[in-house]
């Protein structure tokens, strides 16, 4: 029996030996024929959008719903089903699909937009213009050609969020883009992780973008287990996931606001990490295994993809755990003279607070202080060894970590 590691993996993947037999159905790209405890949801977006079909303009619709909840999946699946019946007709239909989150800036985002329009980089250059200039030559782009479009924003919230009064002001151009084409049409289609989205939006967008709204509740433990059981008929071979670590993943995925993305994450994981292991079957420790690596992780992912700046909040954070808004902003301003950064205003900074306060990483109690009102105090809620060891190897921060 060869004992060295490297050639007994290797061994095993020359022989074929896999417990997987299809990769693809384990990622969260994957789109299966039949999208399951979503019939009603299908339903609604389904007639929603019929009016294209008919040569008219459908209404904006704002889709609501936790992560995981098979929003993106729904609307995929209707927009490809679309696509396959406008091929045959002679009415210019576009359906455009971008995400907030691919793109760092706004101005990144309108161009994904203007490509899938097919406007060239001769046509709109990569970067240089004004936002304003972007968006009235995607407006000449679509009355040129007279497309009736339909476009999603996935993870709108996002874009609202990152992009404060820009962005909002861009929904608004969005919702209201009708209004200034003479011929053909946009549907605005925005998928938001936010019930409370709308509650920051400006009333004018409010009133224009949720003509319609469908909303995607969360799935219960039994629910999840039928959408893993479909994964994995699809994914493994027979008989390879135990029922105890099926009813886990369920469970563990439940507990996190019903979120099936997670539930076939785990599986996946922890379907490698049996792999790996070279064992016959998926157990319960390898579920477990598997959601304490996907929790450092994720945690690892999201720290790294902050700006500076809110890196330094972060670490002021660690710093002075426990402590007021201003009390935090003081240990910032310290940081930003220790790596000659200038610092935000206060304001900003308590703003860029709240946004990695909904991320998570960070958490906000509001502390009654008597005679001297309330205040806000912010703890990190994951490990400072965890921020230390993904911070410490970038060269900005490595003197102050």
């Known amino acids: 029996m060869n004992d060295d590691p490297v050639d007994r993996l290797l061994d095993a993947a020359e022989s074929g030996k896999s417990i997987i037999k299809d990769r693809k159905v384990l990622h969260f790209t994957y789109l299966p024929d039949v999208i399951l405890h979503r019939k009603d949801e299908q339903e609604k977006l389904t007639q929603s959008l019929l009016p294209i079909l008919k040569q008219s303009r459908p209404s904006n619709i704002l889709i609501y719903g936790k992560p995981g909840t098979g929003k993106t999946l729904v609307v995929?699946?209707?927009?490809?089903?679309?696509?396959?019946?406008?091929?045959?007709?002679?009415?210019p239909i576009k359906l455009i699909y971008t995400n907030s989150k691919d793109e760092t800036t706004l101005y990144g985002l309108l161009v994904s937009i203007g490509r899938q329009l097919g406007l060239e980089k001769e046509d709109l250059p990569p970067t240089g213009l004004a936002t304003s200039e972007v968006f009235k030559?995607?407006?000449?782009?679509?009355?040129?050609?007279?497309?009736?479009?339909?476009?999603?924003?996935?993870?709108?919230?996002?874009?609202?969020?990152?992009v404060s009064k820009t962005g909002k002001d861009i929904l608004y151009q969005l919702t209201r883009a009708n209004e200034r084409l003479k011929k053909g049409s946009m549907t605005l289609v925005g998928i938001s992780n936010d019930l409370t989205f709308k509650d920051r939006l400006d009333g004018r967008v409010i009133s224009s973008l949720?003509?319609?709204e469908i909303v995607f509740t969360n799935y219960d433990v039994n629910q999840l287990k039928e959408i893993l059981l479909d994964r994995i008929k699809e994914a493994f071979l027979d008989d390879v996931v135990e029922t105890s670590a099926l009813n886990l993943c369920a469970a563990m995925a439940g507990r996190?606001?019903?979120?099936?993305?997670?539930?076939i994450d785990l599986l996946r994981v922890a379907g490698e990490i049996a792999e790996r292991q070279q064992s016959e079957t998926v157990r319960e420790e390898h579920v477990r295994i598997a959601s304490q690596k996907m929790e450092e992780d994720k945690e690892v992912t999201a720290l790294k993809s902050y700006p500076l700046h809110e890196k330094l909040l972060i670490i002021a954070v660690m710093k002075a755990s426990g402590?007021?808004?201003?009390?935090?902003?003081?240990?910032?301003?310290?940081?930003?003279k220790a790596i000659r950064q200038k610092e935000l205003t206060q304001r900003r900074v308590t703003q860029m607070l709240g946004e990695i306060e909904m991320s998570g990483i960070i958490s906000g109690k509001i502390v009654h202080q008597g005679i001297h009102g309330r205040t806000k105090k912010f703890t990190?809620?994951?490990?400072a060894e965890t921020v230390k060891d993904t911070f410490k190897n970038e060269v900005t921060l490595e003197d102050i970590i």
Do not use: M, P, W
């Open 323 to 336: 402590l007021s808004t201003g009390e935090i902003f003081s240990a910032y301003k310290s940081l930003c």
């Open 210 to 212: 949720g003509e319609e």
């Open 76 to 91: 995929k699946k209707i927009l490809t089903k679309i696509q396959q019946r406008v091929e045959k007709s002679n009415f």
């Open 256 to 263: 996190e606001h019903g979120d099936a993305r997670r539930a």
């Open 380 to 383: 990190l809620t994951i490990s």
């Open 137 to 162: 030559r995607l407006l000449k782009s679509i009355e040129t050609n007279q497309y009736n479009i339909i476009l999603v924003i996935d993870e709108i919230d996002y874009l609202a969020h990152l």
